[in-house]
Nanobody
């Protein structure tokens, strides 16, 4: 599975961005896709996840209510819609895919074996 994350950029606080995670190779539709982010000097942290089976979603508390994760079967792509962005959302955002991810493990980095290259999101104040 190869993952390509895109859609990052520079936006003012309060603005919006939509990230895309497109998969090629093995289908990701029997798996989950997670979004993680890493700010300079910080650990990579969970943001949101989408599981194809049941269209289950999970969110970090810090983004719940502002971010929405969704999937498009036809395009084999998972999106992360980010609204009401804050300066503290600034980070490199990564998407990752995992096979057979259970609901209780959707927020765990160790559930994901395939990682994309990351896209930079910068929110100015």
């Amino acid at each position: 599975v190869q993952l390509q994350a895109s859609g990052g950029g520079l936006v003012q606080a309060g603005g919006s961005l939509r990230l895309s995670c497109a998969a090629s190779g093995r289908t990701i539709r029997n798996s989950a896709v997670g979004w993680f982010r890493q700010a300079p000097g910080k650990e990579r942290e969970f943001v949101a996840a989408f599981r194809w089976s049941g269209s289950n979603t999970r969110y970090a508390d810090s983004v719940n209510g502002r971010f929405t994760v969704s999937g498009d079967n036809a395009k084999n792509t998972v999106y992360l819609q980010m609204n009401s962005l804050r300066p503290e959302d600034t980070a490199v955002y990564y998407c990752a895919a995992g096979i057979g991810v259970i609901l209780s493990s959707m927020s765990s980095k160790s559930s994901y074996g395939y990682w994309g290259q990351g896209t930079q999101v910068t929110v100015s104040s």
